[in-house]
């Protein structure tokens, strides 16, 4: 398995505001994922972050809105970039291990 | 597009009882299959997972059968506890050699005292 941190655990914003998410790995992994996901639904990909390379997003999301820094193989970020009420979400990452992902806590978000 | 679903949305289960909770897949090249148990407040938490190769795997407490010719997927929870409290997800493996997964919507399981 691989145990994942994620910094911070919530936070208040307010809109037009950015905030970075930092996700930090207990062991050097090649693969690391965003998520989001909104009260009582299921877990929306958000984008696919390898080191040394662009990341990869999913339809919907656009790395003006949501930029993700990889800068080696235990660490990312992501920023809620020109927040409003609508990225009020949990945000979640995870680490590739094998086929499996290992997610962190999570960052609950609330834009006001 | 190809997508993992789930029959119920919610469970409702006496402590003592066994819990079945059920996972339709549509992608036939799927070929591993996980679930993930989040509680409240907390990230999604690895339970189990099985390989298209094998019909069924056992843990401790848990059980995962796979159905490929319908394509369902189901884990059972055997003398469910109320730490067993949670939602639920399965995860489908969309892309072999990667870590490429998709969430199925949930199912939240509540056990009574």
């Known amino acids: 398995s691989a145990v994942i941190s994620q910094k911070p655990s919530r936070d208040i914003c307010q809109r037009g505001t950015s905030l970075t998410i930092q996700c930090q790995v207990d062991?050097?992994?090649?693969?690391m994922f965003w998520y989001r996901q909104q009260p009582g639904q299921s877990l929306t990909l958000i984008a696919t972050?390898?080191?040394?390379?662009?990341?990869?997003?999913e339809s919907g999301f656009v790395i003006d809105k949501f930029p993700i820094s990889r800068p080696n193989l235990t660490f990312s970020t992501l920023t809620v970039s020109n927040m409003s009420p609508e990225d009020s979400s949990i945000y979640l990452c995870?680490?590739?291990?094998?086929?499996?992902?290992?997610f962190g806590p999570g960052t609950r978000l609330l834009v006001l | 597009g190809e997508s993992v679903g789930l029959h119920l949305p919610t469970l409702s289960v006496q402590e003592g009882d066994n819990s079945i909770i059920n996972c339709a897949y549509s992608?036939?090249?799927?070929?591993?299959f996980i679930w993930y148990k989040q509680e409240s407040g907390k990230g999604p938490q690895f339970i189990i997972d099985?390989?298209?190769?094998?019909d069924k795997r056992q843990g401790q407490r848990v059980t995962v059968l796979l159905n490929k010719t319908v394509k369902h997927l189901s884990l059972q929870i055997a003398a469910t506890q109320p730490g067993d409290s949670a939602v639920y997800f399965c995860?489908?493996?969309?892309?072999?050699?990667?870590?490429?997964?998709?969430f199925g919507a949930g199912t939240r399981l509540t056990v009574k005292p």
């Open positions: 992608n036939s090249a799927s070929d591993y």
């Open positions: 062991s050097q992994v090649t693969m």
């Open positions: 099985i390989r298209s190769n094998m």
């Open positions: 995870s680490a590739g291990r094998g086929e499996t992902q290992y």
């Open positions: 995860a489908e493996n969309i892309s072999y050699n990667n870590n490429d997964m998709r």
């Open positions: 972050a390898n080191q040394g390379s662009e990341a990869t997003y």
